[in-house]
């Protein structure tokens, strides 16, 4: 089993780790490749390019300046420590423990615009690109082209040696989910979605679902989860799956 999720956009490098293992992205040569495209462009034109401010531009451009490799655990810390937002407030990786954390590192891959697929312990330095960035390079138009069928066979390899049934969980936005050609996924495909019931229905409300995915990935780490149909039981904040309103490989969680 793996389970697929989005990065976030802010990150927190200012924190102190415990935890001791670390890996290298399988991808960092490919990420070489895109800072070096990213570092033509001047402030402002990132400022266009990314669709973000001339602040986050300026903060982004010194970070593509400084960005170097080798990694290593002092110019670079793990990635699901350093991810923040609401998906990853979910996971709440400090208030996992060692074991939980190393499971993880097996079932989970964190997709990234810069780096194209994350183990949790893989050391990233400060980055922030979207996947959806229309980011001209060599391989195409965007970043989708330029990763091509990388990503795709990075998880089919990864689904193929990890415990449990294989099948992949996706809790990925749309956005990074994009990222895998669906169709030469050899797998399963299972999708979560989350729901809260208001103004006399279900819907989507964008900040407790990002928390939810994060949520039942926490979840599956904790119970040493392997067997997809073990997700069903999945009860945080009052989720619960929802057999009416699921689909054969969408599965809907309500509360």
Same mark, same amino acid.
């Given at each position: 089993?793996?389970?697929?999720?989005?990065?976030?956009?802010?990150?927190?490098f200012s924190i102190q780790i415990n935890h001791t293992k670390n890996s290298i992205p399988v991808f960092l040569k490919e990420a070489a490749i895109l800072i070096q495209e990213l570092r033509n462009f001047k402030q402002e034109e990132l400022s266009?390019?990314?669709?973000?401010?001339?602040?986050?531009?300026?903060?982004?451009?010194?970070?593509?300046?400084?960005?170097?490799?080798?990694?290593?655990? $002092?110019?670079?810390? %793990?990635?699901?420590?350093?991810? #923040?937002?609401?998906? *990853? +407030?979910? /996971?709440?990786?400090?208030?996992?423990?060692?074991?939980?954390?190393?499971?993880?590192?097996?079932?989970?891959?964190?997709?990234?615009?810069?780096?194209?697929?994350?183990?949790?312990?893989?050391?990233?330095?400060?980055?922030?690109?979207?996947?959806?960035?229309?980011?001209?390079?060599?391989?195409?138009?965007?970043?989708?082209?330029?990763?091509?069928?990388?990503?795709?066979?990075?998880?089919?390899?990864?689904?193929?040696?990890?415990?449990?049934?294989?099948?992949?969980?996706?809790?990925?936005?749309?956005?990074?989910?994009?990222?895998?050609?669906?169709?030469?996924?050899?797998? $399963?495909?299972?999708? %979560?979605?989350?729901?809260?019931? #208001?103004?006399?229905? *279900? +819907?989507? /409300?964008?900040?407790?679902?990002?928390?939810?995915?994060?949520?039942?990935?926490?979840?599956?780490?904790?119970?040493?989860?392997?067997?997809?149909?073990?997700?069903?039981?999945?009860?945080?904040?009052?989720?619960?799956?929802?057999?009416?309103?699921?689909?054969?490989?969408?599965?809907?969680?309500?509360?």
């Open positions: 089993m793996l389970i697929i999720i989005s990065p976030a956009k802010s990150l927190d266009s390019l990314m669709g973000i401010s001339a602040k986050l531009a300026e903060l982004n451009f010194e970070r593509f300046i400084k960005w170097h490799t080798p990694f290593n655990p $002092e110019n670079a810390k %793990p990635a699901l420590f350093v991810f #923040k937002g609401d998906v *990853y +407030k979910g /996971i709440d990786v400090d208030s996992l423990n060692n074991e939980q954390i190393e499971f993880a590192n097996t079932h989970l891959r964190i997709l990234s615009g810069l780096y194209g697929i994350l183990s949790p312990i893989d050391l990233i330095q400060e980055y922030r690109l979207e996947m959806g960035t229309k980011l001209a390079n060599k391989h195409g138009k965007n970043l989708y082209e330029f990763w091509n069928n990388k990503i795709t066979n990075e998880i089919n390899k990864a689904i193929k040696q990890s415990s449990g049934e294989k099948v992949l969980i996706n809790l990925a936005s749309n956005e990074y989910f994009k990222s895998i050609k669906s169709k030469n996924i050899d797998y $399963e495909i299972i999708t %979560p979605i989350f729901k809260d019931y #208001k103004n006399g229905k *279900y +819907k989507i /409300i964008s900040f407790y679902a990002k928390k939810a995915r994060g949520l039942m990935s926490r979840f599956i780490f904790q119970n040493n989860i392997n067997k997809v149909e073990d997700l069903k039981a999945f009860n945080l904040e009052n989720y619960r799956f929802n057999p009416e309103l699921s689909k054969n490989k969408e599965w809907v969680f309500t509360r």
